[in-house]
């Protein structure tokens, strides 16, 4: 996702995923960050392909044509195009295919900015409920953050249904907290900043890189 004034609005760009859950939970953030008022780009592998679409996904969540024209302030963009021009990031891409999404969106494209990071490293490989591909001793938000250094990784709202994502009054009222963690404490601001906005209470953390207290994702 990136920010950057244009029109009076920021601009948010976030990366897409082909599994049904996060590109469900993907839309889901982009129309809510939409509504705050940020420009929002969506990124994806093939911009014509996505755009053909025509089958609700496993979810029965409608195609993204359908949710798009329903969103017509979003911009559909390749994942290069939509980070070159973003101020800051969100890869909402299923864990399996973050590396990959963020190596189409060019490293001079991501360098200096700051990534929120909403993925989670699910391994479905022995069917449900999945386990994770990589966990105890290391993290994905790690591994994103070690083959980007010049990256500011973010992890946040990855332990969230999408619902809640974009309205966190659904649970208690809005009386939780979101972990944020990170190693640059101003990309934490900017991040607890706009998830405030959004009406999503946080508390702070350390570490994509020094092992913090609850499980790594």
């Not at 022995?126 to 994905?140: A, E, I, Q």
Request: proline fraction near 7%.
């Amino acid at each position: 996702m990136v920010m950057r004034p244009a029109e009076d609005r920021a601009r948010s760009t976030s990366h897409e995923d082909r599994s049904s859950g996060h590109r469900h939970g993907r839309a889901g953030l982009a129309g809510r960050l939409d509504e705050l008022g940020h420009e929002v780009a969506v990124g994806t592998r093939d911009v014509a392909g996505t755009m053909a679409r025509t089958a609700p996904d496993g979810m029965g969540n409608p195609p993204y044509p359908a949710w798009a024209g329903a969103h017509t302030r979003v911009r559909l963009a390749t994942f290069a195009d939509a980070a070159a021009r973003a101020e800051l990031l969100v890869n909402a891409t299923s864990g399996g295919v973050s590396m990959a999404a963020l190596a189409a969106a060019g490293t001079k494209n991501l360098a200096g900015k700051v990534l929120i990071d909403i993925a989670n490293p699910l391994d479905f490989s022995l069917g449900f409920p999945p386990s994770l591909f990589v966990k105890d001793t290391d993290s994905l938000g790690e591994q994103i953050q070690a083959a980007y250094p010049e990256l500011k990784v973010v992890k946040a709202l990855n332990t969230l249904t999408a619902a809640l994502m974009v309205n966190p009054a659904q649970l208690a009222g809005g009386q939780h907290s979101v972990f944020v963690s990170g190693n640059d404490p101003d990309a934490k601001k900017t991040v607890i900043g706009l998830l405030t906005r959004s009406g999503t209470p946080t508390s702070s953390t350390s570490a994509t890189s020094a092992p913090p207290a609850a499980p790594r994702c």
